[in-house]
């Protein structure tokens, strides 16, 4: 495929209808329904067109700089820099760079929240400082329709939530379980639970490999294939990639020109509408870095609120082990339950099968990320022990299946997103691991594990009390009806500019306890409704003077 078709010839001459900054979930989505809708878009995107990239067997070509590989393969180029309860933090986060976003890395698994997570505040009554807001500005009910149209959009399979149902919703038939993971489902029922077949975007699965990375085959639901490449194909969106946006520039009341680096050399470019969606770690490093005389604490942030309540899951992988060894062929994202999704009135998070198989090399993967990410010294120390202790732990748990928590956190003011020049990406996170998250974090996993069943055995494998997820990140953007608390109104737009959206997760008032994905999606396309009857207006309003023009002359 060449990238050369899909890109604007003079992106600095033309006026689009819509700037869409970021091609992952929210703004691939967002873009998807506009170009459809015959509006002109235009996305801006910092890495690399992925899908168009093939590298064999994950080589990556001679004489390439780190960085550089790291975007062909769609990570996040530069270390995630700044403070923890857990010291300095200094690694390659969970992040996606390139043609849709962290959907490149995700395994499609694309669940809706519970309508218990439209009015956070009910089960959070007694949690100090936290900023954490009575209700969303629009509830459950407002999102059906939207989540409805994102599960068709992309092609989810899996089969009902009976503790969340909706006898509506467009699921597909689910793969046939694995005569392993068949085992662990009905004894979770015998034990009085309620799993159901997790909601995935899987395809072709005879020949499906459930890529957990980059997906070149077209199964994967991501971002890229189900929004982005149909929008260039069939609607005639444009793109630039390797485009990094550094600011917006703006008056009092809207966005006038988006600048923006191509090649080493500056460009400028103009939209009616533009729409952030580049993730909650660097959207609101964008408007903190758009300052001028109108916005001298960065744009749209009157209330102070750009960058803050930042909000991160925690996530333990949990091995589930039986006495006997069973078949695992068969689909590997297969089994959730939200059995203590609320437990006694208070809120805890959900459990899901993640995927991964307990192999040496995979095991080992994953010991070297939490080595990464967590600062203590004596990680480093041990670190020659890891491939030993990944064979160990591969026999150990042969008969096992692996499995995560998902618990919900909580908006803080004092965690956040700041600028510092003095790091790769141009700013810093700010992070508090706070006692009640470890607490509800604690006993998520002893209700698991007391609950499961008599045939079914959990071993929490974290291997650190950091057990952080921060690739869900979430919330330094929420909407709110009170422009002194949040960024953003009840459409998504930003209180103080007319024309300014975002659409990532950093919408997110409160995070919940699953994963954001499918919420961004249907959120984007609930948004793309607002936005395209406000460009009609504008059109009409235009088309309205310039008829009365006429009538004078």
């Known amino acids: 495929m060449n990238v050369e078709t899909y890109a604007p010839k003079n992106p600095e001459k033309e006026y689009w209808d819509v700037i869409v900054i970021g091609t992952g979930m929210g703004g691939a989505t967002m873009g998807y329904e506009l170009s459809q809708l015959g509006k002109r878009v235009l996305f801006v995107e910092k890495g690399k067109h992925v899908q168009a990239v093939h590298f064999v067997n994950g ?10 590989a790291r975007l062909i393969k769609g990570r996040w180029p530069h270390k995630l820099e700044g403070e923890t309860s857990f010291g300095k933090t200094n690694f390659f986060g969970p992040v996606g760079c390139g043609t849709g976003g962290s959907t490149i890395l995700y395994g499609a698994q694309l669940e809706r929240f519970q309508p218990a997570d439209f009015t956070p505040k009910k089960y959070f009554k007694n949690i100090g400082d936290s900023t954490i807001p009575d209700k969303w500005p629009i509830n459950y009910n407002d999102f059906i329709p939207y989540y409805r149209k994102a599960e068709a959009h ?15 919703a467009p699921l597909l038939k689910a793969p046939a379980l694995s005569e392993r993971d068949e085992f662990i489902f009905s004894s979770m029922q015998n034990a009085g639970l309620h799993p159901y077949r997790s909601h995935v975007g899987y395809h072709n699965s005879d020949k499906c490999w459930e890529c957990l990375d980059l997906c070149f085959r077209g199964c994967k639901s991501d971002a890229g294939t189900r929004s982005l490449l149909p929008a260039l194909f069939e609607y005639n969106a444009k793109i630039l990639t390797e485009c990094e946006v550094v600011r917006l520039e703006a008056d009092a009341k809207s966005v006038q020109n988006i600048h923006a680096i191509k090649d080493g050399k500056t460009l400028k470019l103009q939209a009616k509408i533009v729409v952030l969606a580049a993730g909650a770690y660097a959207t609101p490093s964008i408007l903190l870095s758009s300052t001028s005389d109108d916005w001298k604490h960065g744009l749209a942030n009157g209330s102070g609120m750009v960058g803050r309540n930042l909000m991160l899951h925690t996530s333990d992988f949990i091995m589930v082990n ?13 089994i959730t339950m939200n059995d203590f999704y609320i437990h006694n009135g208070e809120k805890l998070g959900t459990f899901q099968s993640v995927g991964l198989k307990a192999i040496p090399p995979i095991i080992l993967s994953y010991l070297r990320y939490v080595e990464e990410k967590d600062p203590s010294w004596f990680r480093r120390k041990t670190s020659f022990l890891l491939p030993k202790i990944s064979k160990i732990a591969s026999k150990y748990f042969h008969k096992s299946a692996a499995f995560s928590t998902i618990v919900e956190d909580l908006p803080y003011l004092h965690n956040r997103v700041e600028l510092d020049p003095n790091t790769a990406n141009g700013f810093r996170i700010h992070y508090t691991y706070s006692k009640e998250l470890k607490q509800r974090t604690k006993k998520l996993r002893k209700l698991i594990a007391k609950s499961l069943s008599p045939n079914l055995k959990t071993t929490v494998v974290t291997g650190t009390k950091n057990n952080i997820n921060f690739g869900h990140v979430c919330g330094t953007c929420r909407f709110g009806n009170d422009p002194k608390t949040s960024v953003l109104n009840a459409d998504n737009r930003a209180h103080e500019v007319d024309n300014l959206y975002i659409v990532d997760a950093s919408f997110f008032p409160s995070s919940s306890g699953t994963n954001p994905s499918l919420t961004i999606a249907a959120n984007a396309i609930r948004v793309s409704e ?8 504008k059109q009409y309003e235009l088309h309205h003077d310039r ?6 002359i």
Request: include cysteine; glycine fraction near 6%.
């Open 59 to 68: 080589e990556i070509p001679a004489g390439i700089d780190e960085t550089q």
């Open 154 to 168: 992309m092609k989810i399979c899996g089969t009902q939530d009976r503790l969340n149902p909706d006898a509506e």
């Open 322 to 334: 039986q006495k006997k060894k069973r078949d695992a062929t068969g689909p590997i994202k297969s």
């Open 530 to 537: 607002i936005i395209n009857k406000q460009l009609d207006k």
């Open 547 to 552: 008829s009365k023009d006429t009538q004078r």
